[in-house]
Structures are given as structure tokens and as C-alpha cells.
Nanobody
Framework: QLQLVESGGGLVQPGGSLRLSCAAS????????IGWFRQAPGKEREAVSC????????YYVNSVKGRFAISRDDAKNTVYLQMNNLKPEDTAVYYC????????????????WGQGTQVTVSS
């Protein structure tokens, strides 16, 4: 059974950092593009950052450029999202998702989803 499990969320003060992990089981991440999405209450789910399996290319939504970094360790079957200089507007449930092949920027592009991890940025 294909599973994605996120971890690393929590409560952090503005300006702080968190590293989210997305661990895959039941399938090798190699061959899958991975996206990190977030959804705040009353808002649509948005793509935060994605990484391609084909050439390692990445995407970041403008609001996180220069603050977030996505990386993958296929040997550990895990994708990471390093989040620095966090802001209150980053507060949301963060999800990782996988799609075989090419990277997508829409939630509809992805076939497998984790259960989400809460990130709260507050003083």
C-alpha cells in the first residue's frame, strides 16, 4: 500500500524555522515528483513547493521564495521542506503529495497524499 507520512510540524514564533519531512512507504519515491501543499482555514489548497523526479527542478510559490527549500533523499525515500523565517501567514496544514512522472502545480495533478501536519506561526 502506498503511503506518505508527514512530520515536523508544530508551533513556532515568527522568524523561526521548521523542517517538514515526507516519508514514503510501499513504493520508491524515485520516479515520482513530489509537491508540498498547504491549506489554511477558509482557503483553497495551494502548492507551496514541488520537486521533479526527472531533472530535480523545483518550484516555489512567490510568497515563500528565499525562505523555503525543498529537497529529496531518494535513498531514504523522504522529501524535506526546510522553512525559515516563518511568518504568521504560513500557518496552515501542510500536505505532501506524489505523482508518477512529471511535476504538477495543481492538487489535481497528484495521486497520493499524506494526512497533513499542522504548522502554526504565532508569538
Amino acid at each position: 500500500q502506498l503511503q506518505l507520512v508527514e512530520s515536523g510540524g508544530g508551533l513556532v514564533q515568527p522568524g523561526g524555522s521548521l523542517r517538514l519531512s515526507c516519508a514514503a512507504s510501499g513504493f520508491p519515491l524515485d520516479g515520482y515528483s513530489i509537491g508540498w501543499f498547504r491549506q489554511a482555514p477558509g482557503k483553497e489548497r495551494e502548492a507551496v513547493s514541488c520537486i521533479s523526479t526527472t531533472d530535480g527542478s523545483t518550484y516555489y510559490v512567490n510568497s515563500v521564495k528565499g525562505r523555503f527549500a525543498i529537497s529529496r533523499d531518494d535513498a531514504k525515500n523522504t522529501v524535506y521542506l526546510q522553512m525559515n523565517n516563518l511568518k504568521p501567514e504560513d500557518t496552515a496544514v501542510y500536505y505532501c503529495a506524489a505523482v508518477r512522472g512529471l511535476l504538477g502545480l495543481s492538487a489535481y495533478d497528484y495521486d497520493y497524499w499524506g494526512q497533513g501536519t499542522q504548522v502554526t506561526v504565532s508569538s
